[in-house]
């Protein structure tokens, strides 16, 4: 039998080889054991002018305990050609996870609702948006093909742990694709950002009426709606697909969780009313108009709009990673702390060309954050502000300004000590068995 001594020399001494180890060997890099899959959304149909807003469930994806580090996404033909942005506009792509009871015979559905009964429950991020606002673990817009997505090792997105699981339940995933095709629209730009008057619609998708100060956004450019040709303009239908890379390594003691946070600037505080659903003190609104600014502001070049939100997190730690999602006419957002430093800033870069990933007028990319791991900290309760600008030189509707944050509760040191502290606590406990 081993003795105590024993276990406790040898314990001590693979706890300081590892800890004086730097931080950047202590950990097995991952590059050479990431996996990578490239998958396809089921088909969907667009002709000139129509729109598809669906949701896809029980999509392709990683099984096992397993660490996202990267998902990048893309509209693609049948051919697996890139689809610019001003032939076919991404809205938005967003993907998210769900508990499904087993033996529950799945059918087609697209609409969000399915997952609003007790045989489909999201698995939501930690993001402080009410019930299911903003819940996707993963999402972009046309911005897709030019920002970075990946995560840095030693962190990952903790998915598929069984523990996690409740019984009688598999883990599955699905997204939903919002896309406008704009070949031969009379206003692309007026399409893109789901203007009423250009899509004839006076109700949403559920019938229920569009009131009458609402100019544009995502109650008037729903599925099968249909945005203003030029007359006489004619063009074939086509499938398209979301194609999606995802890349992930099996999950082990040595990776460092993150959290997702999404924050929405059009979010504010309200009271509390004894609702049952998660966060119902927040009211999440997602998008919001920016008006076109006054002529004396156009001669001082002052058209800028910008919108505040400040709001307090409950549960901070380190930021690993941050993007901001704007639409056309977005010129920046930043992330701000209590105390006024910057968290994150995020700039767009508009494309000059007219080539898939490069095309002029669009957002074809957002820069991003990658600070040092343990250099930029939110602490618990911290009441954060999110400032979204925007060029008003005109009016723009359906707008968003979210900002997406990875977070980290511990660092790798830390991670490393709570590993080798339980290792220590388990040899102990095995030499006195």
Sequence with gaps: MCSVSGVLVFSLAIFLLLIGTPCSSSFVKTEDKIKSA??????????PGSVVNRYYYDIDFPRGHIAIKDFHAEV?????????????????WVVGR??????????ENDSHMMLQNSDHVLVRNSGICQGNYLGQYFGLG?????????????????????AEVPEGFDEKWMVNVHA????????????TECKCELYNVTVDEYGRSVRPDYKGGMLCCYDHTRCKLKEGFEGPKRNLYLRYTVKWVDWDDFIVPV???????????KPSDDSKELNSDHDCKVEYEVKSCSIDQKEGNGCVHVKRTSLPLQTGGYVIYGVAHQHSGGIGSTLFGQDGRVICSSIPNYGKGSEAGNESGYIVGMSTCYP??????IIDGETLTLESNYNSTKEHTGVMGLFYILVAEQLPYQQLRLFSRSSFVADVNFSDS
Excluded: M, W
């Design 98 to 107: 769900y508990h499904q009871r087993k033996h529950v015979t799945h059918t």
């Design 259 to 269: 959290k997702i946070y999404i924050i929405d600037v059009t979010d504010t505080l």
């Design 180 to 191: 406008i095709d704009t070949r031969g629209a009379e206003d692309k730009l007026g399409c």
């Design 372 to 377: 040092k791991p343990g250099s930029v900290k």
């Design 76 to 92: 693609v033909d049948e051919s697996g050609n890139p689809i610019p942005l001003h032939e076919t506009y991404l809205h938005h």
């Design 38 to 47: 490239v998958f396809l959304s089921p088909k969907f149909e667009l002709g």
């Design 142 to 162: 046309s911005e897709t093909r030019g920002t970075l997505t990946d995560i840095p090792d030693p962190f990952g997105i903790e998915v598929g742990n069984p």
